[in-house]
Nanobody
């Protein structure tokens, strides 16, 4: 599994940005993909995730209502639409694949559940 995240950049508070994650050799019918972020001096945290078979999603409370995760199975891509960005959203954003998830399990949020990681893309939100 190879993941490549892109789309980060420098924006102002209140702006929108869309991150993309290109996933190769990932079984979109069975797996899940999540977005995590790591701010300077902080631990990596779960942002949003999506089950690739049924589109069910999960969001962290910090981004719920502002961020939207979606997928394009045909293109093997997952997106994170980020609206109403705040300075505290500044972080390196990573996409990661959960290939051990079973069909009946909701999107998982722990870092240890995700075995494959992309290289990260930096999002900087100025006030």
């Amino acid at each position: 599994v190879q993941l490549q995240a892109f789309g980060g950049g420098l924006v102002q508070a209140g702006d929108s940005l869309r991150l993309s994650c290109e996933a190769s050799r990932l079984t979109f019918s069975r797996h899940a993909l999540g977005w995590f972020r790591q701010a300077p001096g902080k631990e990596r945290e779960f942002v949003a995730g999506i089950k690739l078979n049924n589109g069910r999603t999960n969001y962290s409370p910090a981004v719920k209502g502002r961020f939207t995760i979606s997928r394009d199975n045909a293109k093997k891509m997952v997106f994170l639409q980020m609206d109403g960005l705040k300075p505290e959203d500044t972080a390196v954003y990573y996409c990661a694949a959960d290939v051990r998830i079973i069909a009946s399990t909701p999107v998982r949020t722990h870092i240890s559940d995700y075995d494959h990681w992309g290289q990260g893309t930096l999002v900087t939100v100025s006030s």
